[in-house]
């Protein structure tokens, strides 16, 4: 492949393991409820909320967008991490050539399969390493980790790295997604130990 790999700061540090963490070489599989078993040939991706007009996705217009590629750790709040992550997939900087986002959007809701929801800040969500992840580690992502499409935002938290995503709802106000509503920080910051709210 040609393109350039983005790196996400993380994995420049010398220290990688934020406090707390633990390292693990293993990819524990973790959602609220099941796996959602989605199929490329109904999958479609909606992109909403204060945009000039809704814009909705097939699998094969998706997968035809540019790509990027991105190395990145994993930071769980249930505190494990996992170290060089090789994503491919379309940046989420792409979704503002497929649609004109009102300026008065500041936050974007993550909606996953399965009833999930997260909640990002726009200055997240625009970040270099922040991508729609078809590849991990070169293969597709399994079912069980997000198949055929997962949000990853590599700085904060893996709760925010919906998998399965289906839509995402551009918004002037911030709204808690799933775990953001169950007590769960509503940024979620490793280094910060950005936990919980409190
Ligand atoms: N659709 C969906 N995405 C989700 C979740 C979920 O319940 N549903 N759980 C989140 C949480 S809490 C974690 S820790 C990660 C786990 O991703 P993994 O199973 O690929 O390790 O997915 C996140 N994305
Ligand atoms: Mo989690």
Redesign the pocket.
């Known amino acids: 492949m040609d393109e350039d790999l983005v790196r996400s700061p993380d994995t420049l540090r010398v220290d990688r393991l934020p406090p707390g963490q633990r390292l693990t070489s293993k990819?524990?599989?973790?959602?609220?409820?099941s796996v959602q078993t989605l199929s490329t040939d109904t999958w479609t991706l909606t992109i909403t909320g204060l945009v000039d007009a809704e814009r909705i996705l097939s699998f094969e217009e998706f997968q035809a967008l540019p790509r990027v590629r991105v190395l990145s750790d994993i930071h769980?709040v249930?505190r494990w991490s996992r170290l060089d992550n090789l994503w491919e997939g379309v940046s989420t900087k792409v979704l503002r050539s497929l649609v004109r986002i009102d300026p008065e959007a500041q936050f974007v809701m993550v909606y996953?399969?399965?009833g999930?929801s997260t909640n990002l800040h726009l200055d997240d969500f625009w970040q270099d390493d922040v991508l729609l992840a078809l590849k991990h580690d070169g293969e597709p992502l399994s079912p069980?980790?997000?198949y055929p499409v997962r949000l990853v935002v590599p700085r904060l938290y893996?709760?925010k790295?919906?998998?399965?995503v289906q839509a995402v709802e551009f918004t002037a106000e911030d709204r808690p997604g799933f775990?953001e509503s169950y007590g769960y920080h509503n940024r979620g910051d490793p280094w910060k130990q950005e936990r919980f709210s409190s």
Do not use: E, M, N, Y
Not at 27 to 33: F, N, T
Not at 161 to 164: I, L
């Open positions: 990819w524990p599989v973790l959602q609220h409820g769980c249930t996953g399969a399965g999930f069980a980790h997000g893996f709760w790295s919906a998998k399965w775990w």
